[in-house]
C-alpha cells in the first residue's frame, strides 16, 4: 500500500512539474501574483462569481492566464462579468495558439498583451472569440501569418461595413447582427477576429484629427516581428495600405491602450498600474518631443500639475493626451508639426498659452488664479501638411474581387431583414400602429426579431407607453437589446404607473425610460426594485434621499481602475459596491426609475437628478456639497450678418464651464434653442469660456477665445463672430469652363452644369471604401446640400459600374446630384494638371469651381469631414 502510495505521488508531482506555465518570466508571475491578491479584495463582494472558476480543476497555464486578465481588467469587468466567461476566453486564445502554426512562432509578451486580452476598447462584451474561431479556423489554418491577417480581414467585411452611429460601442456580434459600425466599432470587430484566431492585434487610433473636425481608428498585426496597419473591414491587398495613409501623416497623437504592464519599448503616453497608453505616431508622421515646465509664482516646479495637450477639433481643444508633471515640474508629449493650446491646472489654479510645435522646443507656464479680466485671444491654428505618401504597386485585380464578393454576401445576409410588407401585415395582424411599428423595426435592422418580440408580447395594452419606451430608447439599443431587457423594464414601470398614476409624459421620459447615458442596458428593474423596497417613503422627495444616503454609504468610488471610462452597469454597481462617479450617478437614476420616481442625469452637465413637485432638484455625493445651484441665462447671437454661415454647436462654437482648473465643454448638440439663437438658455452661475472657429479647406481653423461670468438671475451675451477664413484662401488652379463632359449620353460644355456661383464635382469608385465613407456623409448632410440648390456632378470612372451605383445610393443622396460618365477623360486629365497630382490619383477625388473657372478647393482621397468640407466652400 505504501509503494502504491509513494507512486502516486510521484505520478502527481511529475504531471504538476509537467503543465506549461504560461508565464515564463518569475519576476513578472510574482508581479502578477501581488496585483491579483489585491483585485480579490477589491472585488470580494464578488468573490465567487468572479474567482470561483480558479478552483474547477483548470490548469496551471489557463490560471496564470486567467489571474494575469484579472490583475489588470477594468472595474466595469469585475463588476459585470462572471469568472466562467472570462475562462473561456482564456481557454480559446491558448486553443488558438496551438490550433495555428504561427501560434508557436508568437513570442509569449506578445501573445500575452495582444492575443489574451478579451477586450479591445470600450465595447460591450461577448462571446465572439468563440464564434469567430469556429467559423475562420478552417479559411485561415493553411495561410502563413500574414496571408490569414489580410483574410481575416475579407471576412470582417463579409460581416460589418462602414456607417456612422453613437457613442456607445457594440459588441462585436451586435456588429454581425446588424452588418455595420463606425470605425471605432468595425476596428474593435476587426481586432477580435484577429485575436480569435491567434493573430496579435491592436485598435490604434487619432483622438481627434488636426486637419478636421473627426477622428479615426484602425488595426495593427504584428506579422514577422513588426506591427504593421490596415483598415478595419477595409481589405487591401497588402499590409501598411489604407485610405487614411495620408491623412495620418497630418496627424498629431496616434495611440493605442496595451493591456497589463507592459514592458514594451514603445513610447509611454501614461501608464498606470493597469494598461500603458503608447504613442505609435512615429510610425505614421513626422514628429517633435515637446516639453512643458510648470512652475509656481516663486519660480519653483510643480509637481502634479495636470497639463492637458489641446487640439482644435469640434470648436473645443480637445485634450488628445493628459500627463502630470514630475518632481522637475516636467512632462513632454512627442507630436506633429500642427498647433496645440497646452493647458496645465493644479488645485484651481491654471495656465494655458498657444504654442506651433515647430518652433517650440520647451514651454514654461505658471498657473494662477481666475480672472474675469480676461481678454479674448485669437487663435490661428494651423495642422501639419499633407506628406507625400509613396503608395505601393499591387495588383489589386484579386482584391477588387474578393472585395465585391464580400460585399454582396453581407448585403445577401442584410436582405434577410424583414421587408416593408411584412412589417404592415404584423402591425395589422396586431391592430397597431402601422406607421410606428415601421419605423421602430425598420431601424432595428438585424434584431427585427427581438423588437417583434417584445411588441407581440404587449400589444394588447398599453399601447402607448409600448411606442413610448421604444422611443426614448437610441436607434442602436433597437439594433442590439433582447426582448427580455425590453421586457422588464415595460412591465416593471407600466405596473408602477398602474397604481400611481403619474403624468404620462413624466412617466415616458423619466420613470419608462430605460436608456440613462451610455451604459449597456440590461434587465436590472426587478431586482433594484426588490432589494431598494424597503427605502420606499410615502413621499418621493424622502425616498429619493434615502436611496441617495444609502449609495453613499456603500458604494466606494474608484476612478483608476475603470479606465476605459465604460460605466459600470447597475447590476454591477450594487454587487461589485464600487464603480466610477459616473457609474454611481447612472446607478442613482436607475435605482430611482425603479422605484417610480422621476429621475434623470441632467442633459448638460450630468448630475443626477430627481423630480420633486415640477422642480428637477441636483443630488451631491460630496460631503459638503449639498446647496442647489444658482442660475443665469447666457444668450447667444450670431455675429455674422449678412453671412450665409449658419454657426452650429460643435462645428462653429462651444462653451465651457471652469471646473477645478479645467473648462468642461458643456454639451448643448442638440439643444433646440440654439437653432435659432432667440432665447436664452439657463446656465449655472460660474467662469465660462467661449471658442469659435471656423476652418480653411486647407484644414487650417481661425479661432477666437473669449471669457465670460454667469451671474444669479442676469442674462449675459455670447457673440458668435466666426473669422473670415477666405482672406487667405488660395486659387488651386483655373480651367475651360467650356471643357466638354459627357451627361445622359450626349455632350455639353461644363458652364451648363452651374445652378449657383459654384459647382461641386466628385470622381468617384462606387465598389471602394473611401468612395462608400463620403456617400455616407452626404446621404447625413442630404438636406444642408439641396437647401444649397446648386450642382453636384458626380463622375463615375467605370463605365459598368454607373447604374449599380446609382441603384444602390441615390435614395439617400441630395436630389441635386447628377451622374455623369466622362469618355475621353479630358476634364478630370486637366483637374490633375491643375492641382499638380500625380497619375496615381487617389480617389475620390472633389473639387470646387466658381464660375470664373478657378478651382477654389479640392480633397484627394477620403478625408473624415468630406462632406462639410464641400458644403463650408460652396456655402460660404
Known amino acids: 500500500m505504501k509503494k502504491y502510495f509513494i507512486c502516486f505521488v510521484l505520478f502527481t508531482a511529475s504531471f504538476i512539474y509537467?503543465?506549461?506555465?504560461?508565464?515564463?518570466?518569475?519576476?513578472?508571475?510574482?508581479?502578477?501574483?501581488?496585483?491579483?491578491?489585491?483585485?480579490?479584495?477589491?472585488?470580494?463582494?464578488?468573490?465567487?462569481?468572479?474567482?470561483?472558476?480558479?478552483?474547477?480543476?483548470?490548469?496551471?497555464?489557463?490560471?496564470?492566464?486567467?489571474?494575469?486578465?484579472?490583475?489588470?481588467?477594468?472595474?466595469?469587468?469585475?463588476?459585470?462579468?462572471?469568472?466562467?466567461?472570462?475562462?473561456?476566453?482564456?481557454?480559446?486564445?491558448?486553443?488558438?495558439?496551438?490550433?495555428?502554426?504561427?501560434?508557436?512562432?508568437?513570442?509569449?509578451?506578445?501573445?500575452?498583451?495582444f492575443v489574451l486580452p478579451y477586450r479591445v476598447n470600450n465595447e460591450n462584451l461577448d462571446t465572439a472569440r468563440i464564434v469567430f474561431f469556429n467559423e475562420l479556423k478552417d479559411r485561415v489554418k493553411n495561410l502563413s501569418l500574414k496571408e490569414a491577417a489580410l483574410e481575416v480581414n475579407y471576412w470582417c467585411l463579409e460581416k460589418v461595413t462602414y456607417r456612422g452611429t453613437d457613442i456607445r460601442t457594440s459588441a462585436p456580434l451586435s456588429a454581425v447582427r446588424t452588418a455595420y459600425g463606425r470605425c471605432g466599432e468595425e476596428s474593435t470587430f476587426t481586432v477580435t477576429a484577429l485575436r480569435s484566431v491567434g493573430i496579435p492585434a491592436r485598435q490604434v487610433y487619432t483622438p481627434r484629427w488636426a486637419h478636421s473636425d473627426d477622428n479615426h481608428a484602425w488595426v495593427e498585426v504584428w506579422v514577422d516581428g513588426k506591427w504593421h496597419y490596415m483598415g478595419a473591414c477595409e481589405p487591401d491587398p497588402d499590409l501598411d495600405m489604407g485610405w487614411f495613409t495620408g491623412p495620418a501623416t497630418r496627424a498629431m497623437l496616434i495611440h493605442t491602450k496595451v493591456f497589463g504592464d507592459y514592458p514594451g519599448n514603445d513610447e509611454v503616453v501614461n501608464k498606470t498600474e493597469d494598461y500603458t497608453e503608447i504613442n505609435v505616431l512615429p510610425n505614421y508622421a513626422d514628429t517633435k518631443k515637446i516639453y512643458v515646465k510648470v512652475i509656481d509664482k516663486s519660480g519653483r516646479p510643480v509637481e502634479g500639475a495636470r497639463v492637458d495637450f489641446g487640439l482644435y477639433n469640434y470648436a473645443e481643444f480637445y485634450p488628445i493626451a493628459s500627463k502630470t508633471t514630475d518632481k522637475k515640474g516636467i512632462t513632454f508629449l512627442t507630436t506633429g508639426f500642427g498647433t496645440l493650446v497646452i493647458w496645465t491646472s493644479k488645485e484651481n489654479l491654471y495656465a494655458y498659452e498657444k504654442i506651433t510645435v515647430a518652433s517650440t522646443d520647451t514651454l514654461v507656464l505658471k498657473p494662477v488664479k481666475y480672472s474675469a479680466s480676461q481678454k479674448e485671444l485669437v487663435y490661428d491654428l494651423i495642422p501639419p501638411e499633407l506628406k507625400t505618401v509613396t503608395k505601393k504597386t499591387v495588383d489589386r485585380q484579386e482584391n477588387d474581387r474578393k472585395t465585391k464578393k464580400a460585399n454582396a454576401i453581407r448585403e445577401k445576409y442584410r436582405s434577410t431583414f424583414i421587408d416593408t410588407l411584412s412589417i404592415l401585415k404584423f402591425a395589422g395582424e396586431m391592430n397597431l400602429d402601422k406607421n410606428l411599428v415601421l419605423k421602430y423595426m425598420k431601424l432595428s435592422e438585424g434584431n427585427w426579431r427581438e423588437i417583434k418580440t417584445f411588441l407581440q408580447s404587449h400589444s394588447a395594452e398599453n399601447k402607448d407607453y409600448l411606442f413610448g419606451l421604444l422611443g426614448q430608447v437610441s436607434e442602436k439599443d433597437l439594433r442590439d437589446t433582447r426582448a427580455s431587457i425590453l421586457d422588464n423594464h415595460f412591465m416593471l414601470a407600466v405596473e408602477l404607473q398602474e397604481k400611481e398614476k403619474t403624468d404620462n409624459e413624466i412617466f415616458i421620459n423619466y420613470i419608462l425610460n430605460p436608456r440613462i447615458k451610455n451604459e449597456n442596458l440590461l434587465a436590472y428593474r426587478s431586482i433594484l426594485r426588490d432589494r431598494f423596497k424597503n427605502l420606499i417613503n410615502g413621499d418621493k422627495k424622502q425616498t429619493a434621499l434615502n436611496i441617495a444616503e444609502w449609495i453613499k454609504k456603500n458604494i466606494k468610488i474608484n476612478e483608476r481602475e475603470n479606465y476605459y471610462n465604460l460605466p459600470v452597469t447597475p447590476i454591477g454597481v450594487y454587487e461589485l459596491k464600487r464603480g466610477n462617479k459616473e457609474s454611481r450617478n447612472i446607478f442613482f437614476v436607475a435605482v430611482c426609475r425603479s422605484l417610480g420616481i422621476p429621475a434623470q442625469l441632467e442633459p448638460k452637465l450630468k448630475t443626477p437628478q430627481y423630480l420633486n413637485n415640477g422642480e428637477w432638484v441636483n443630488v451631491y455625493f460630496e460631503d459638503g456639497k449639498q446647496v442647489q445651484p444658482e442660475y443665469g441665462f447666457l444668450l447667444f447671437k450670431n455675429g455674422n450678418p449678412g453671412s450665409k454661415i449658419d454657426p452650429k454647436y460643435y462645428t462653429h462654437f462651444t462653451i465651457g464651464k471652469l471646473e477645478n482648473g479645467a473648462y468642461k465643454t458643456i454639451d448643448y448638440e442638440t439643444e433646440p434653442v440654439l437653432s435659432s439663437f432667440k432665447e436664452p438658455v439657463k446656465l449655472e452661475t460660474g467662469h465660462y469660456r467661449l471658442i469659435t472657429g471656423n476652418r480653411r479647406s486647407d484644414g487650417a481653423a481661425f479661432s477666437s477665445v473669449s471669457f465670460f461670468d454667469i451671474k444669479k438671475g442676469k442674462t449675459a451675451e455670447a457673440v458668435i463672430k466666426l473669422r473670415d477664413t477666405e482672406k487667405n484662401a488660395k486659387i488651386l488652379g483655373k480651367i475651360d469652363l467650356k471643357s466638354q463632359v459627357e451627361f445622359e449620353n450626349r455632350e455639353a460644355e461644363l458652364a451648363k452644369f452651374f445652378g449657383k456661383d459654384k459647382i461641386i464635382i466628385g470622381w468617384v469608385e462606387p465598389a471602394k471604401e473611401p468612395t462608400r465613407h463620403v456617400i455616407v456623409e452626404l446621404h447625413d448632410l442630404n438636406k444642408k446640400f439641396e437647401e444649397w440648390g446648386g450642382s453636384i456632378l458626380f463622375i463615375v470612372t467605370k463605365e459598368n459600374e454607373t447604374t449599380q451605383f446609382i441603384k444602390d445610393n441615390a435614395k439617400g443622396l441630395p436630389g441635386n446630384i447628377s451622374f455623369i460618365r466622362e469618355k475621353a477623360g479630358v476634364l478630370y486629365k486637366n483637374i490633375r494638371k491643375e492641382l499638380g497630382l500625380k497619375e496615381e490619383t487617389n480617389f475620390p477625388l472633389f473639387v470646387v469651381i466658381n464660375k470664373k473657372g478657378e478651382i477654389v478647393f479640392s480633397t484627394e482621397g477620403y478625408k473624415i469631414g468630406t462632406g462639410e468640407l464641400l458644403l463650408k466652400n460652396v456655402v460660404n
Not at 470561483?52 to 472595474?75: D, Q, R, T
Not at 476566453?89 to 504561427?102: C, G, I, N, P
Open 18 to 113: 509537467a503543465q506549461k506555465h504560461f508565464i515564463t518570466d518569475n519576476s513578472y508571475l510574482a508581479k502578477v501574483e501581488k496585483k491579483f491578491a489585491e483585485r480579490k479584495e477589491l472585488a470580494k463582494e464578488r468573490d465567487g462569481k468572479l474567482f470561483g472558476v480558479l478552483n474547477s480543476g483548470i490548469s496551471l497555464e489557463e490560471s496564470e492566464a486567467l489571474k494575469f486578465l484579472y490583475s489588470y481588467m477594468p472595474l466595469c469587468d469585475l463588476a459585470d462579468y462572471n469568472g466562467d466567461f472570462f475562462l473561456k476566453q482564456v481557454q480559446y486564445s491558448l486553443k488558438a495558439r496551438e490550433t495555428f502554426k504561427w501560434g508557436k512562432e508568437i513570442p509569449e509578451m506578445i501573445f500575452r498583451h
